[in-house]
């Protein structure tokens, strides 16, 4: 039964998803920052109607039942997937990153969301999961407005090393 139901999560939530307003935007950076905007936008009512059933699931059977875990896992990645053109395209467009640092990003996204959720329940506030939503969109802003045509002081210092 948790199965069906991480299956039937997943296909009600793509189809949220694919149909939300964030697919309009013809810069895909734009896309990404509009679609944490509609993450953020859901974020209402009590915690069950804004967090992650996979992911609450995934949290307490990963161990114990690896088919649900699995389950969950195809979920969680499957939306990252999602992300991941637009990243790419975003970085492409930019002049920077790779296919491999597009899926890394579409990932952390969801980790930091899966978080947030986390964070939200612990203290029955959805103002801990808007905060970290916003974190995110200043993060990516940032990564995106930085001039990619002269290395970081980490990776420099690592090249003289």
């Known amino acids: 039964m948790a199965i069906a139901a991480a299956q039937r999560w997943s296909d009600v ?24 905007d509609f993450r953020r936008s859901l974020i209402k009512g009590e ?8 992911g609450t699931m995934v949290q307490e059977a990963h161990v114990t039942h690896p088919a649900i875990r699995d389950a969950c896992a195809r ?3 499957g939306h990252a997937q999602t992300l991941t053109a637009d990243i790419r395209a975003a970085m ?8 491999r640092e597009a899926k890394s990003l579409a990932r952390h996204t969801q980790a ?11 203290h029955v506030d959805r103002s801990y999961a808007i905060e970290s939503i ?25 090249r003289a090393a």
């Open 134 to 158: 916003d974190h995110l969109q200043r993060y990516i802003t940032l990564l995106f407005s930085h001039d990619q045509s002269r290395p970081k002081h980490r990776t420099a210092r690592r």
């Open 92 to 99: 492409k467009a930019r002049g920077f990153g790779s296919d």
């Open 47 to 54: 915690t069950p109607e804004y967090t992650c059933l996979v």
């Open 75 to 77: 979920s969680i990645f």
């Open 13 to 36: 939530t793509a189809g949220l998803f694919a149909a939300a307003p964030y697919h309009r935007h013809e810069d895909p950076l734009d896309r990404v920052l509009a679609y944490l």
């Open 112 to 122: 930091v969301l899966q978080g947030a959720f986390i964070l939200a329940k612990a």
